[in-house]
Structure formats: structure tokens, C-alpha cells
């Protein structure tokens, strides 16, 4: 779903909300919602995001199993954010039910069916008001201390990584997260981390 900035941006700061009329024919699944802001060209930019596991949708201490072929209203935040959204770019809120890799899908999960019309986002808009009174000095850092991240030889290899094993029947995702490798800090001391994920 799409909202057109027409009249100035529109800046937020704080935790957006939605409501979504959800109606399932499974008692388990799961929703997630992004904001994005979508440029004129049509490029999107992640903004903030969030998700609920509907069989928590009355608390975390506690589940229930979706009414099979019920409409409910669920109501959740998506993370807190400060955002900035120019005049002539679309606010984009998308939903969906499910996010793999980051979320995993439960057993015996599906889709849902989305009324749009009860449903809505809430975005915590800040009003700009300009205060000759605050202002800020030039910021302060200390000098850096000089890492030294030795050179490699090897090829780096893809931070995302998909193997397909033909005979197996399986798929599997693999993830670098590029912790950065060795570093070696003006004392001497050298200090490698690495790590690796696998999702099948």
C-alpha cells in the first residue's frame, strides 16, 4: 500500500503502529510489516520494520491458537525510527507472512487474508518547529587508533551465498556476516573474528 507525499516531507521519530483485519484459515502463521520509502524512480529504502507472531497477538506471556476461519484485528509496533520521507516520494507499508531468513516460519503455518479496508498505519509524524535557541557545537572524536587490517590474498567470497543440492531435494542459504576479519591494534595484539550461518 502506497501514500503519495505531496504537501512538504513528512518526518517521523518513534515507533510506527499498525492494524491489520486478518482473517486465517490455519490456527498458527505469523505477519510482518516494512515501511519503505519508495523514490520517484521507483527504488525502496527500508525504513523501519516489524512482526508478530499471531498466536501471541493478546501478549507475549501467553498463546492461542488462531480461530480457524476468524477475522481478528491485530494491532503491533515496528521498530523505532527517525526518518525524513521528501516531497514527491511514495510511504510504502507492506505486509507480509512471512521474512525468511530473519524470521523462521512456523510448522503448519500459511497465508492470510488482509482486509484492507480495517486496516491502518499509524506514523508518529513530528511537527518541525524552528528554535533559534538550540544549537550545536562542532562535534568531538577522538583520534583513531590506528588499526591495521592486514591484506588477503584469498577472493572475498559473497556475504549471501546460495547452494542448490540437486541430489538431496535441498536448499540451503549461506551467510557471512563479516565480522572484519583480523585487525591488528598498535600494541601488537591481533584479534580475528569470524562466522558463519547456514540455513536450510
Known amino acids: 500500500f502506497e501514500f503519495p507525499v505531496e504537501d512538504?516531507?513528512?518526518e517521523?521519530?518513534?515507533r510506527p503502529r499498525v492494524r491489520l483485519r486478518i482473517r486465517m484459515d490455519v490456527p498458527r502463521g505469523q505477519v510482518v510489516a516494512r515501511l519503505c520509502d519508495v523514490a520517484p524512480d521507483g527504488a525502496s529504502t527500508l525504513v523501519t520494520r516489524g512482526?508478530?507472531?499471531?498466536?501471541?497477538?493478546h501478549g507475549r506471556d501467553r498463546t492461542e491458537d488462531w480461530p480457524v476461519g476468524e477475522t481478528e484485528d491485530v494491532t503491533f509496533e515496528l521498530n523505532g525510527i527517525g526518518h525524513t520521507f521528501p516531497r514527491g516520494n511514495r510511504i510504502r507499508i507492506a505486509v507480509s507472512s512471512s521474512y525468511w531468513p530473519w524470521i523462521w516460519p512456523q510448522a503448519g503455518s500459511a497465508g492470510f487474508t488482509l482486509e484492507?479496508?480495517?486496516?491502518l498505519v499509524e506514523l508518529p509524524v513530528r511537527r518541525y518547529t524552528e528554535d533559534p535557541g538550540i544549537t550545536f557545537g562542532e562535534p568531538e572524536q577522538a583520534e583513531p587508533l590506528n588499526v591495521v587490517y592486514p591484506a588477503t590474498l584469498d577472493e572475498q567470497r559473497p556475504e549471501r551465498l546460495v547452494v542448490r543440492d540437486v541430489a538431496k531435494g535441498e536448499w540451503r542459504l549461506e551467510v557471512d556476516p563479516r565480522y572484519g576479519g583480523?585487525?591488528?591494534?598498535?600494541?601488537?595484539l591481533e584479534f580475528t573474528e569470524d562466522a558463519a550461518e547456514a540455513y536450510t
Open 8 to 10: 512538504g516531507p513528512v
Open 12 to 14: 517521523i521519530l518513534g
Open 116 to 119: 484492507a479496508d480495517g486496516s
Open 182 to 188: 583480523t585487525r591488528v591494534y598498535p600494541d601488537g
Open 51 to 57: 512482526a508478530l507472531n499471531l498466536a501471541a497477538r
